[in-house]
């Protein structure tokens, strides 16, 4: 019998395979649930992740190393009830997300600085971590962002020192390139340009500040340290409540991106649910594995072999009731067997055959056990008469 072919492949091979395409499936699963998230946090909008020359990352780590805390916050619900709230439009922002930053960001307690846009930019196309100016924003785009809280006009002014009208301990500012600078009715200037232009003011009642130039708090500007030191005062000047606490939104640069059904499944309360499902299909491919014995393989309808013929011819015989028939054709077949073995003359046969062989000096009686087997009538009965012809059979071979 020829042995099955053994398997290409090893067990552990197959298990690393496997548990390969499982992690693969799983990090597809990730970028299909967060990938979009990712690329917005990873674009060069001005944001707290961004670290290009118009995001505000450095602005984070200055508060984090001078021993205060930053808070990046998407959800207005989870917001804590204390620090400054730090929003950053873009060129992107519509009036409806600012609308909505805004009624989500007013509060008696917590102050709010909105950072104007200034730039557009685009990123280096062989150095996508660093971006390159393209424009300044229109100053009417940049007066429309604040329209739903008070009326504006925006204006570029030369570069000139910074004048400060507050009592607040601010050190000055380097100035920028150019300064953008707004001028309202209803703003409270607290350091201006040269000209009059207010760069940070308040909106009275509101609790609400604008800074109208990003370039003092970006990480463009904080490679200054002069301005370092400026937006820290500024920073706890502002909320002296809470001075050194900073939230940062998130929801204006980078957009909530919205809920799937896959962010669901890794996410409280169904994160445990899909846990518990992994862990079955992982309990259910252990067990599949490590199975109780041998694999069973399919047996051949007619086995090789003489013993497996013999077993074919047998089982046909019992299906077809004629077992105790064969008693007497497995006598006929063991005297024609003893006859050719003595060499016995062939006018020799039937009565007188029979009548020779059982004269023959042997232990077993011939006639006695050729009697049993062609009077068998049970297939027990003729296994033992066929043994003690056998016996008979081997006494006279030998």
Same mark, same amino acid.
């Given at each position: 019998?020829?042995?099955?072919?053994?398997?290409?492949?090893?067990?552990?091979?197959?298990?690393?395979?496997?548990?390969?395409?499982?992690?693969?499936? #799983?990090?597809?699963?990730?970028?299909?649930?967060?990938?979009?998230?990712?690329?917005? =946090?990873?674009?060069?909008?001005?944001?707290?992740?961004?670290?290009?020359?118009?995001?505000?990352?450095?602005?984070?780590?200055?508060?984090? #190393?001078?021993?205060?805390?930053?808070?990046?916050?998407?959800?207005?619900?989870?917001?804590?009830?204390?620090?400054?709230?730090?929003?950053?439009?873009?060129?992107?922002?519509?009036?409806?997300?600012?609308?909505? @930053?805004?009624?989500?960001?007013?509060?008696?307690?917590?102050?709010?600085?909105?950072?104007?846009?200034?730039?557009?930019?685009? !990123?280096?196309?062989?150095?996508?971590?660093?971006?390159?100016?393209?424009?300044?924003?229109?100053?009417?785009?940049?007066?429309?962002?604040?329209?739903?809280?008070?009326?504006?006009?925006?204006?570029?002014?030369?570069?000139? !020192?910074?004048?400060?009208?507050?009592?607040?301990? $601010?050190?000055?500012?380097?100035?920028?390139?150019?300064?953008?600078?707004?001028?309202?009715?209803?703003?409270?200037?607290?350091?201006?340009?040269?000209?009059?232009?207010?760069?940070?003011?308040?909106?009275?009642?509101?609790?609400?500040?604008?800074?109208?130039?990003?370039?003092?708090?970006?990480?463009?500007?904080?490679?200054?340290?002069?301005?370092?030191?400026?937006?820290?005062?500024?920073?706890?000047?502002?909320?002296?409540?809470?001075? *050194?606490?900073?939230?940062?939104?998130?929801?204006?640069?980078?957009?909530?991106?919205?809920?799937?059904?896959?962010?669901?499944?890794?996410?409280?309360?169904?994160? *445990?649910?899909?846990?518990?499902?992994?862990?079955?299909?992982?309990?259910?491919?252990?067990?599949?594995?490590?199975?109780?014995? !041998? &694999?069973?393989?399919?047996?051949?309808? &007619?086995?090789?072999?003489?013993?497996?013929? $013999?077993?074919? $011819?047998?089982?046909?015989?019992?299906?077809? *009731?004629?077992?105790?028939?064969? *008693?007497?054709?497995?006598?006929?077949?063991?005297?024609?067997?003893? @006859?050719?073995?003595?060499?016995?003359?062939?006018?020799?046969?039937?009565?007188?055959?029979?009548?020779?062989?059982?004269?023959?000096?042997?232990?077993?009686?011939?006639?006695?056990?050729?009697?049993? &087997?062609?009077?068998?009538?049970?297939?027990?009965?003729?296994?033992?008469?066929? =043994?003690?012809?056998?016996?008979?059979?081997?006494?006279?071979?030998?």
């Amino acid at each position: 019998m020829t042995p099955p072919p053994a398997s290409p492949f090893r067990t552990r091979t197959m298990v690393l395979v496997v548990a390969a395409g499982l992690v693969f499936a #799983l990090g597809y699963l990730l970028v299909s649930a967060y990938g979009d998230r990712v690329d917005r =946090q990873r674009s060069n909008a001005p944001g707290p992740a961004t670290r290009t020359a118009t995001g505000f990352y450095g602005l984070t780590r200055l508060v984090t #190393l001078a021993g205060g805390s930053v808070v990046e916050t998407g959800d207005p619900a989870a917001r804590p009830d204390r620090g400054i709230l730090i929003l950053t439009p873009n060129a992107r922002t519509t009036r409806e997300e600012m609308e909505a @930053a805004l009624a989500d960001a007013a509060g008696p307690n917590a102050p709010v600085l909105i950072i104007l846009p200034k730039w557009f930019t685009t !990123p280096e196309p062989r150095r996508p971590w660093r971006e390159q100016q393209v424009a300044p924003l229109p100053e009417d785009r940049v007066a429309a962002l604040l329209a739903p809280l008070v009326t504006v006009t925006v204006a570029r002014e030369a570069p000139a !020192p910074l004048v400060s009208r507050t009592s607040l301990p $601010i050190p000055a500012f380097r100035p920028p390139e150019s300064t953008q600078s707004l001028r309202g009715e209803r703003l409270y200037p607290l350091i201006t340009t040269a000209t009059g232009g207010a760069v940070l003011a308040e909106v009275p009642g509101k609790n609400i500040y604008i800074l109208s130039d990003p370039d003092l708090l970006n990480n463009h500007g904080l490679a200054h340290r002069a301005n370092a030191r400026a937006a820290l005062a500024l920073l706890a000047g502002l909320d002296p409540a809470a001075p *050194g606490t900073i939230l940062f939104d998130t929801m204006l640069p980078y957009g909530s991106g919205g809920r799937s059904v896959l962010q669901l499944a890794f996410e409280p309360p169904f994160a *445990g649910v899909t846990i518990a499902l992994a862990l079955a299909a992982l309990l259910a491919g252990v067990a599949s594995l490590v199975r109780f014995g !041998p &694999v069973r393989r399919e047996q051949r309808a &007619v086995p090789f072999g003489k013993a497996a013929l $013999i077993e074919n $011819i047998v089982s046909l015989a019992r299906r077809a *009731g004629r077992v105790k028939d064969g *008693g007497t054709a497995y006598a006929d077949a063991m005297r024609d067997w003893a @006859a050719r073995r003595l060499a016995l003359p062939r006018t020799l046969q039937g009565e007188a055959l029979d009548a020779h062989l059982d004269s023959l000096a042997t232990t077993a009686s011939y006639a006695a056990a050729t009697d049993r &087997v062609r009077g068998a009538t049970t297939e027990t009965d003729l296994l033992h008469a066929a =043994q003690a012809l056998d016996d008979w059979r081997k006494e006279l071979k030998a």
